[in-house]
């Protein structure tokens, strides 16, 4: 397999499914792609991880792509899984920040000492999903796709088949619309953010 060019092994490997031929693309971009994911990761450790996480993905991946360079497009499939590692870890520590910060504000009201913070934060989302409810389809489907799904306006465009001007504005009216429900039941926002729960959408918010 020495003298195979890395089309041949993808060609063989796409008709045979034999993991050799991609074992033997392991062994010759193995050094390329950890140099590339410590470029962007900074640590070693997790640039072996994304190493062997990258090649586990190709495999699936080569099947389904025509690749005329494998260089270039490994390349490109490197450097967009580490820019997802930094954008999940940044994102994780965010709401780990989140977290600590609604803690200790809630930990300072007195009356509220003998709730637990799951307990709270359930009953909050619950609020938040009866809110969202209230909202007509076109606000409450942007305003998902945008903060839970975390999708871009051009995104959003394609997916609805609405202009970007009013994807902006039912996002904007679906998220006012959101802060007068959840006042109007004697509550005040504190923070509206995109993390990770059972919508992917917490509001920090108290009595």
Excluded at 89 to 118: A, G, I, R, V
Excluded at 141 to 162: A, P, R
């Amino acid at each position: 397999m020495n003298e195979y060019s890395d089309n041949d092994l993808i060609m063989n490997y796409k008709q045979s499914s034999n993991t050799l031929f991609a074992g033997e693309l392991y062994k010759r971009y193995t050094r390329f792609v950890f140099l590339i994911s410590l470029k962007y990761l900074k640590n070693e450790d997790l640039s072996k991880d994304a190493v062997m996480a990258i090649f586990e993905k190709i495999l699936t991946d080569l099947k389904k792509h025509e690749i005329e360079n494998f260089k270039s497009w490994l390349h490109v499939v490197t450097k967009n899984f580490c820019l997802q590692e930094l954008r999940k870890n940044k994102s994780l520590q965010k709401k780990h920040n989140d977290y600590e910060n609604f803690s200790n504000l809630f930990m300072e009201k007195e009356e509220d000492l003998h709730h637990t913070f799951e307990n709270e934060s359930e009953k909050k989302l619950l609020m938040l999903e009866k809110a969202l409810e209230g909202l007509n389809n076109e606000q409450k489907t942007c305003v998902k796709l945008f903060y839970l799904q975390e999708k871009s306006y051009k995104e959003i465009t394609e997916i609805t088949g609405f202009d970007v001007n009013k994807v902006k504005s039912f996002i904007q009216n679906g998220k006012r619309n959101l802060k007068i429900s959840l006042q109007n039941s004697g509550y005040i926002i504190l923070i509206f953010n995109c993390i990770e729960n059972i919508f992917n959408l917490e509001i920090f918010i108290f009595t």
